[in-house]
């Protein structure tokens, strides 16, 4: 196994107002990721309609997904490699560029293509957001700023339906890609001249030999490979095709020759298994697989529940969303500062899965005649489970850790949770999609191109009777329980999951630093440093001011015997050896103890 590559540590404490400006910053990176993303989904049946598309609409979703999720374990190494600065401006810039071919797309395979771009650069700005609160912030204190960021993605979610189904329903759709660009754009240019980050030494050459390219490779070829054949099975390829089963196998050997790879080959691995070393680790990292299937399906449910079964507008669903979404903030926020209060995080994870589990069981009551106060208020409880989970796990997964990894360990966290979502996606969806076809099949006076239309839109309630459109409404209803259902066993088991974490203490950290510290002291890398080398005591005494002797000069006799130093000098005498502070220290205490012998003698 090769020897690893030794990385510049670029964690930094910062005074208070240095950290604002740099939560600014990543705060509004994760605002414009989240406001893009649930725009985008709440638009995207109009946006079929506009483009004659509403059969294959969904892969507006599925191309965003798929590149970010491939993309995700990258930007760990990356950003160790070329430093987060400089791979966050990088990422919003993608995402700006993406959403402005978004907007001037004239076919589905163009807008799809561009939407992975955006999804390219989404990726990187909740990455890069996530890894940047590590650097800044001590294991200890991480609860409370990672749930100050979490009010970033609920105002980003919330937002985006509004804005989303706001200019659909205009019919200015192509606004809301040229909206989000504009946003990407000025929150680029703000953090390039304001983020006071530390940068990265080295030459262009020598950080691009860092690469393990062979990693990089792997695994975005086993990620495309495994998510397009499972986003598309079922809708655009038949599960037993040659193509699906081709591109599966191949996705998993890919897979296979990735995970060796990084086991034995690459000297700076895109995913260390070291990370993998515990059971506490393991249950910490792989757990949100379980997170992300289970949270990011269920949010692109909950509106279809909200239209399909109670006939809510567009921007009415969005509205109706706040009730989701601004809980879960809230939540979030008082469980990173219980964590960060108390230093006890497993108890957090552990009641929000619970809570998650029972509230994701009541949806199973969801029918056409339940009140639409009561299904709020049920999902202010599914808030609650949620919004104590999805940041305390990732204190979970860093405190079970190395500090050395928690990049990668946070953008492991994040691929593993997205290719959950994507798996969640396209498994719920053919749940949903067989139960209504099958429903609606039932019922009397539908041809069959309704029966698609409706498949595929509520825009097809439009001229249907009321009996029949009742019949509908159920239909879709049973559909999304048996949705749920499916969102049932994976919580679940996620809350089986929870009870292998291992509560571990936080490590020790840096001091903050003082307000003297500039922006110029920061990029220049002579701000604190979390993990500086410990310096040798000669080493020390080189460095003392001529007017004030090292340690050894004043206690010559017990360290060095009868050795004295020379004479108004700091340093050592000559053929003195150098030593460590730690034997230094226990010379120290034997000659002491030796002395106090000889004085009880």
Known sequence: MPTEIELQDQATRLPLRRLMIIYAGICSAMFIAFMDQSAVATAAPVIGNALNASATISWVGTAYWVANCTFQLMYGRLSDVFGRKHCLVVSLATLVLGNLLCGFAKTPVQLYVFRA?????????TNLSMIIVSDVVPLKERGKYQGLLSVAISLGNAAGPFIGGGLATAGQWRWLFHVTAILGALCGVGCQFALPLKPVTGSVGTKLAQIDYAGVLLSAAATVLILVPISGGGSIFAWDSSIVIALLTTGCVCAVGFILVEWRMARLPVLPMRIFATASST??????????????????????????VKVCTPLAAGALGLSYS????????????YVSSTNKYKRVVVLGAGVWTLSVGLQQ?????TPLALSMTLLQLQAFGIGTVLQPS?????????????????????????????????????LYQAAVKSG??????????????????????DGLEDEVLQDIREVYASGLRKVFL?????????????????????RADAPELSEKNG??????????????????????????????????????????????????????????????????????????SNHKKSMED
């Open 326 to 337: 601004m809980p879960q903030a809230g939540w979030a926020v008082v469980a990173g500062w």
């Open 283 to 308: 249950t910490a990292v792989l757990g949100q697989f379980c997170i992300g299937l289970a949270y990011f399906a269920g949010i692109f449910y909950i509106p279809i529940y909200l239209q399909y």
């Open 117 to 125: 771009i955006s999804g390219i650069g989404g990726g990187g700005a």
């Open 486 to 506: 499916f969102f049932l066993g994976v919580v679940a088991f996620y809350f089986v999951l929870t009870f292998f974490i291992k509560e571990v203490k936080f």
């Open 440 to 461: 609606l099949h039932r019922i009397d006076g539908l041809s069959d191109d309704q029966e698609r239309m409706l498949v595929e839109s509520s825009l097809a309630f």
């Open 519 to 592: 922006r110029g002291d920061v990029e220049s890398g002579k701000a604190a440093s979390v993990n500086s080398e410990k310096t040798d005591i000669g080493s020390a005494s080189d460095k003392s001011a001529p007017d004030s002797p090292s340690l050894e000069a004043r206690v010559p006799n017990l360290a060095y015997g009868d050795r004295e130093p020379l004479s108004g000098s700091s340093t050592l005498a000559p053929n003195t050896p150098k030593m460590s502070a730690e034997t230094f220290r226990e010379e120290v205490d034997d000659k002491a």
């Open 394 to 430: 990732l204190i979970a997964a860093l405190a079970a850790t190395e500090e050395k990894d928690r990049a990668v360990v946070t953008a492991s966290r994040n691929f593993f949770r997205t290719l959950g979502s994507s798996v969640g996606l396209a498994g719920a969806n053919a």
């Open 365 to 369: 009551l969801w029918k056409v005649s």
